[in-house]
Protein backbone atom coordinates (compact mmCIF):
# COMPACT_ATOMS: atom_id res chain seq x y z
CA UNK A 1 0.00 0.00 0.00
CA UNK A 2 0.83 3.42 -0.69
CA UNK A 3 0.05 6.42 1.02
CA UNK A 4 -0.20 10.36 -0.53
CA UNK A 5 -0.06 13.55 1.72
CA UNK A 6 -0.60 16.28 -0.22
CA UNK A 7 -0.02 20.13 0.87
CA UNK A 8 -0.55 23.43 0.13
CA UNK A 9 -3.30 24.67 -2.47
CA UNK A 10 -5.64 27.78 -0.67
CA UNK A 11 -7.10 30.87 -2.44
CA UNK A 12 -5.10 33.44 -4.05
CA UNK A 13 -6.07 36.07 -6.97
CA UNK A 14 -4.99 36.13 -10.20
CA UNK A 15 -1.23 36.51 -10.77
CA UNK A 16 -0.14 35.10 -7.78
CA UNK A 17 1.94 32.00 -7.00
CA UNK A 18 1.04 28.68 -4.99
CA UNK A 19 3.06 25.29 -4.01
CA UNK A 20 1.62 22.30 -3.69
CA UNK A 21 3.23 19.46 -2.13
CA UNK A 22 3.10 15.43 -1.73
CA UNK A 23 4.40 12.77 0.27
CA UNK A 24 4.36 9.26 -0.65
CA UNK A 25 5.08 6.81 1.70
CA UNK A 26 4.76 3.09 1.55
CA UNK A 27 5.78 0.22 -0.22
CA UNK A 28 7.43 2.22 -3.38
CA UNK A 29 8.93 1.02 -6.38
CA UNK A 30 11.89 2.71 -7.03
CA UNK A 31 11.18 3.32 -10.73
CA UNK A 32 7.59 5.30 -10.83
CA UNK A 33 6.45 8.66 -11.77
CA UNK A 34 4.60 10.75 -9.54
CA UNK A 35 2.41 13.59 -10.68
CA UNK A 36 -0.03 16.09 -10.23
CA UNK A 37 -3.60 16.32 -12.09
CA UNK A 38 -6.71 18.67 -12.11
CA UNK A 39 -10.43 18.57 -11.80
CA UNK A 40 -12.39 21.66 -12.17
CA UNK A 41 -16.04 21.57 -11.78
CA UNK A 42 -18.18 19.82 -14.86
CA UNK A 43 -14.81 18.96 -16.19
CA UNK A 44 -12.40 15.68 -16.74
CA UNK A 45 -9.65 15.53 -14.83
CA UNK A 46 -6.37 16.65 -16.27
CA UNK A 47 -2.88 15.69 -16.47
CA UNK A 48 -0.64 19.05 -14.84
CA UNK A 49 2.79 17.71 -14.70
CA UNK A 50 4.47 14.38 -14.16
CA UNK A 51 7.65 13.92 -13.14
CA UNK A 52 9.79 10.01 -13.47
CA UNK A 53 12.16 8.95 -10.97
CA UNK A 54 14.81 9.45 -13.32
CA UNK A 55 13.68 13.45 -13.40
CA UNK A 56 11.90 13.27 -16.61
CA UNK A 57 9.27 15.73 -16.75
CA UNK A 58 6.63 16.40 -18.48
CA UNK A 59 3.53 19.66 -18.62
CA UNK A 60 0.38 20.08 -20.19
CA UNK A 61 0.45 22.98 -22.86
CA UNK A 62 -1.90 25.45 -20.49
CA UNK A 63 0.87 25.65 -17.94
CA UNK A 64 4.48 25.47 -19.61
CA UNK A 65 6.17 28.18 -18.44
CA UNK A 66 4.10 28.98 -15.31
CA UNK A 67 4.29 25.59 -13.37
CA UNK A 68 7.43 23.77 -12.27
CA UNK A 69 7.08 20.22 -11.03
CA UNK A 70 9.71 18.85 -8.84
CA UNK A 71 10.74 16.05 -6.82
CA UNK A 72 13.16 14.65 -4.01
CA UNK A 73 12.71 11.10 -3.43
CA UNK A 74 9.38 10.41 -3.01
CA UNK A 75 8.06 14.07 -2.55
CA UNK A 76 6.65 15.68 -5.14
CA UNK A 77 6.42 19.61 -5.71
CA UNK A 78 4.41 21.65 -7.61
CA UNK A 79 5.43 25.22 -7.80
CA UNK A 80 2.80 27.37 -9.64
CA UNK A 81 3.67 30.98 -10.81
CA UNK A 82 1.31 33.52 -12.82
CA UNK A 83 -1.97 31.77 -11.86
CA UNK A 84 -5.09 32.64 -14.04
CA UNK A 85 -9.02 31.62 -12.50
CA UNK A 86 -8.56 29.24 -15.20
CA UNK A 87 -6.08 27.45 -12.73
CA UNK A 88 -8.52 26.96 -10.54
CA UNK A 89 -9.71 23.20 -10.02
CA UNK A 90 -9.30 20.48 -7.04
CA UNK A 91 -5.50 18.93 -7.26
CA UNK A 92 -4.75 15.97 -6.78
CA UNK A 93 -1.18 13.95 -6.30
CA UNK A 94 -0.97 11.06 -8.23
CA UNK A 95 1.99 7.78 -7.75
CA UNK A 96 2.17 5.86 -10.76
CA UNK A 97 4.08 2.56 -10.01
CA UNK A 98 4.36 -1.13 -12.69
CA UNK A 99 1.45 -2.69 -10.69
CA UNK A 100 -1.15 0.57 -9.99
CA UNK A 101 -1.78 4.15 -9.26
CA UNK A 102 -2.45 5.81 -6.14
CA UNK A 103 -4.42 9.08 -5.56
CA UNK A 104 -3.96 11.52 -2.52
CA UNK A 105 -7.35 12.87 -1.50
CA UNK A 106 -6.93 16.38 -3.28
CA UNK A 107 -6.22 19.83 -2.84
CA UNK A 108 -8.44 22.94 -3.94
CA UNK A 109 -6.99 25.75 -5.36
CA UNK A 110 -8.84 28.50 -6.56
CA UNK A 111 -7.93 31.77 -8.61
CA UNK A 112 -9.75 34.84 -7.83
CA UNK A 113 -9.90 37.60 -10.57
Known amino acids: QVQLVESGGGLVYAGGSLRLSCAAS????????MGWYRQAPGKQRELVAD?????GANYAESVKGRFTISRDKNTVYLQMNSLKPEDTAVYYC?????????WGQGTQVTVSS
Open 94 to 102: NIRLPTRDY
Open 26 to 33: GSIFRLNV
Open 51 to 55: ISSGG
